[in-house]
């Protein structure tokens, strides 16, 4: 059964670092699949961040390129976000994502049928 749930979440200070953790998705057990991390800022509607495809490939919000690395851990089944250089702009709710029978990823989150149940990421100046 796929469950995601988020790990990591906290408060930091402007340039500060953390990594968020997915678990329970069992991605593995599907060939094609896509994982994703979106955020949602407060006031605002939910924004891709990154993704993860089963075909190797990774994209990026332009907002967090160079800052944030998306990666997957195949043999614990756990997607990761690395967030370093935070900023007050990143502060938001943010949620694991995945689809299956699909290789390609998207950005559109009416795609992604599975959802955790987020994890608050607070960065002050």
């Known amino acids: 059964q796929v469950r995601l749930v988020e790990s990591g979440g906290g408060s930091v200070q402007a340039g500060g670092s953390l990594e968020l953790s997915c678990g329970k998705s069992?991605?593995?057990?599907?060939?094609?699949?896509?994982l994703a991390w979106f955020r949602q800022p407060p006031g605002k509607e939910r924004e891709a961040v990154a993704t993860?495809?089963?075909?190797?490939?990774?994209t990026y919000a332009d907002s967090v390129k160079g800052r944030f690395t998306i990666s997957k851990d195949n043999a614990n089944n756990i997607l990761s976000l690395q967030m370093t250089n935070l900023k007050p702009d990143d502060t938001g709710m943010y949620y694991c994502?995945?689809?299956?029978?699909?290789?390609?990823?998207?950005?559109?989150?009416?795609?992604?049928?599975?959802w955790g149940q987020g994890t608050q990421v607070s960065v002050s100046s």
């Open positions: 994502a995945a689809l299956f029978y699909r290789s390609t990823c998207t950005f559109n989150s009416e795609d992604f049928g599975w």
């Open positions: 069992e991605y593995t057990r599907y060939t094609q699949h896509c």
């Open positions: 993860s495809g089963s075909d190797g490939s990774t």
